[in-house]
Nanobody, 124 residues
Framework: QVQLVESGGGLVQAGGSLRLSCTAS????????MAWFRQAPGKEREFVAT????????NYADSVKGRFTISRDNTKNTVYLQMSSLKFEDTAVYYC?????????????????WGQGTQVTVSS
């Protein structure tokens, strides 16, 4: 019932910034935790960041701490990922995910709903 649609991906130079957005529609409960994952070709899906339903708790992968910021606007049913100081190794398809729980996890299998992804390519 829940649909997630990502936007904001594109090509950016190393050191640059992008902001990804994920908008949810359907049965968008306030109890849903949301997260961002990414996947490069030939790689497993990798945790990036998660945020609790209220936005009061966030968690980041070590590889993006200090560079990425996750936030949400529940009035718009939207979660954001602000990415700064981008590196070539950040190149991947970025996926938005949602779970029917108050708190998110770093495990992809715990998320029930997924967007189709948006490509982020960082040139070096």
């Amino acid at each position: 019932q829940v649909q997630l649609v990502e936007s904001g991906g594109g090509l950016v130079q190393a050191g640059g910034s992008l902001r990804l957005s994920c908008t949810a529609s359907g049965r968008t409960f306030s109890t849903n935790a949301m997260a961002w994952f990414r996947q490069a070709p030939g790689k497993e899906r990798e945790f990036v960041a998660t945020i609790s339903w209220s936005g009061g708790s966030t968690n980041y992968a070590d590889s993006v701490k200090g560079r990425f910021t996750i936030s949400r606007d529940n009035t718009k049913n939207t979660v954001y990922l602000q990415m700064s100081s981008l590196k070539f190794e950040d190149t991947a398809v970025y996926y938005c995910a949602a779970a029917p729980s108050l708190w998110g996890t770093v495990v992809a299998g715990t998320y029930a709903y997924w967007g189709q992804g948006t490509q982020v390519t960082v040139s070096s």
